[in-house]
């Protein structure tokens, strides 16, 4: 295994809160050991206060751990802060990295300038980004006036610009509509593959892990509780898929389907909902068992949501 | 490459600033009234003492007032700055993620948007005073050339010294109480209301003991004329002196600040 870009030694960070008068100490990462090695997409996951910001704040050297130890890149983030600054690319989804009242290619050009690029280097990588995000009619307008979707895009490209080994993601699809996130996804996908770029992204959004991650790390209250891949996280917490089906007529409810559940039914029986175990039996084995009580005419499967992973997890832990 | 990345912020302060016309036109109208109250009042006074006010004759008491009221856009003595407000709601987090020195990209910034301020505001405050009022200035080329370079190490003082305001914000997060401070004490003892040399001695000296009298007093000094060339140097000197005392103060707060910050939200 070549060496880890991010590498992290019974980390923890604990904070000072004021609590009326007195002042009490709230842990919010404690003992976390991880590694990802370069290359990887990891999904870091878990619910708000669980101590995801924090870590990602402690691995790009804005914040000092309170205890263990970190490396990013191969560098002491806080004291080489400057150094990693140029290796590693971050977007939090709710704070912006470009100039407000300037246009877009020049929050570019400011950024090329400050991580050193060469005027060839720069001319390269910002067609690029600009024709994979989509953003050439943006280039001359002011930030202050585009959409959610339009800055989340320039965001990503600002951060991507000096072409960074990590790129870490803090909700970057947050409240972004289903084809601007798709197209996100789609770029990150395409950014890693001929970049070889490591992701790591936090998130509340599921299709985001199940799209762009191959591994997982589940925090609960600042400690590590999962780490693999999401379809081991669902069998572990025996998280069922959905099959849901469109009936040609109304039926009564489908409570009889062998190692099925039936969750819920709609327009007189119309559309059902039926939970199964992909452990236990197949989608193929179920359709063909609805379809001796009912004549099918349309189907879908949905995956575990991840949110509901997750509370099933916590669930188990308390 | 140094050279390159700070020039590039210095440029978007300036050009951030080119993009608010209409404020731009507003303060020059403010500081036109405002000058014209100042002539009515100190005018006044200089007649009342016979014509010589500490110094002060009518030609030079207006030049006096219209650099100073041209200076307004470009010094900061309110004491708020953007840099305060990313500190309070964590954006500075952003400035720590790029590979540069996050104290000289803030004075970059800052300075890049005063010298643009000089344009809409400056220049053409002097211009009407001249016009309206009429001021002596100095024949001497040189005096112009010094009074340039003195009115830059102004705008910088004044940029590393609010900036020392905004860190404060490191540990107190809530900084308006220390802007307010900073606002009394900056515009009196920058000479905004009256020149510092009327001050009576003591409060003359406490004015001195700060870095106030060099972001306006001092270059207005220089450039008008009212000091001689050796006096001059001695005040550019003592800009310098202020400059290297603020960004040493200010390299300081923001290393020792950024351990303490704890990034607010998200």
Redesign the interface.
């Known amino acids: 295994m070549s060496a880890p870009i991010i590498e992290t030694h019974e980390l923890g960070r604990d904070f000072r809160v004021r609590d009326g008068v007195r002042r009490r100490t709230v842990v919010a990462v404690d003992r976390l050991s991880v590694r990802v090695a370069p290359g990887e997409a990891v999904g870091y996951i878990g619910a708000n206060g669980a101590g995801k910001s924090t870590t990602i704040k402690m691995l790009a050297g804005i914040l000092v751990p309170t205890r263990g130890s970190i490396t990013t890149c191969g560098l002491r983030p806080v004291q080489d802060r400057r150094r990693l600054a140029r290796q590693i690319g971050v977007v939090f989804g709710q704070r912006s990295q470009l100039w407000w009242d300037l246009p877009v290619r020049d929050s570019f050009r400011i950024l090329a300038a400050i991580h050193s690029l060469s005027p060839v280097a720069e001319r390269e990588r910002t067609d690029e980004l600009v024709e994979r995000l989509e953003l050439q009619e943006l280039l001359g307008t002011p930030v202050r006036q585009l959409s959610l979707g339009q800055r989340m895009r320039a965001e990503v490209a600002a951060a991507l610009l000096h072409s960074p080994r990590l790129v870490v993601l803090d909700e970057p699809t947050i409240g972004l509509d289903v084809l601007s996130k798709q197209r996100l996804r789609e770029f990150l996908v395409a950014e890693r593959r001929t970049h070889g770029t490591t992701l790591l992204l936090t998130t509340h959004d599921m299709g985001d892990v199940e799209r762009l991650c191959d591994r997982i790390l589940l925090v609960d209250r600042g400690s590590l509780v999962y780490d693999g891949t999401l379809a081991g996280l669902s069998r572990t917490v025996g998280a069922q898929r959905i099959m849901v089906v469109d009936l040609a007529s109304p039926a009564g409810d489908l409570v009889d389907v062998p190692q099925t559940r039936h969750v819920g039914s709609e327009g007189s029986g119309m559309r059902q909902r039926l939970a199964f175990d992909p452990e236990a039996t197949t989608a193929a084995r179920v359709l063909a068992a609805v379809s001796e009580r009912a004549e099918v005419l349309d189907l879908a499967v949905e995956e575990p949501d991840v949110e509901d992973v997750v509370r099933r997890v916590y669930a188990s832990r308390r | 490459?140094f050279v390159?990345?700070y020039?590039?912020?210095f440029v978007?302060g300036f050009?951030?600033q080119s993009?608010?016309r209409l404020a731009a036109l507003g303060g020059l109208v403010a500081n036109t009234t405002f000058g014209l109250l100042k002539v009515a009042l100190l005018f006044a006074a200089v007649d009342a003492a016979g014509g010589q006010l500490s110094g002060y004759d009518v030609g030079a008491m207006s030049a006096y007032i219209w650099i100073s009221q041209g200076l307004l856009g470009s010094i900061n003595l309110f004491g708020r700055t953007d840099m305060a407000v990313r500190i309070r709601s964590?954006?500075v987090?952003?400035d720590?993620?790029?590979?540069?020195?996050v104290h000289l990209?803030t004075i970059a910034t800052e300075v890049g948007r005063s010298v643009f301020a000089l344009l809409p505001r400056g220049l053409p405050s002097v211009a009407i005073g001249a016009f309206v009022v009429g001021m002596s200035l100095p024949d001497d080329p040189a005096a112009y050339v010094l009074g340039a370079l003195s009115i830059v190490l102004g705008i910088v003082v004044s940029a590393t010294t609010v900036y020392l305001v905004a860190a404060t914000g490191f540990w107190l997060v809530e900084t308006r109480g220390v802007e307010i401070l900073y606002m009394v004490v900056s515009g009196f003892f920058a000479g905004l209301f009256v020149p510092i040399r009327l001050f009576p001695d003591w409060l003359h000296a406490a004015a001195t003991a700060t870095p106030f009298p060099s972001m306006m007093m001092y270059p207005v000094d220089v450039i008008s004329g009212r000091v001689d060339g050796a006096e001059s140097a001695g005040l550019v000197g003592l800009q310098v002196f202020w400059l290297a005392t603020t960004i040493a103060a200010g390299q300081l707060a923001t290393r020792a600040g950024?351990?303490r910050?704890?990034?607010q939200?998200?």
């Open positions: 490459m390159r990345t020039a590039r912020l978007a050009r951030r993009t608010y964590g954006d987090a952003v720590f993620l790029r590979p540069v020195d990209a950024r351990r910050l704890e990034v939200g998200g």
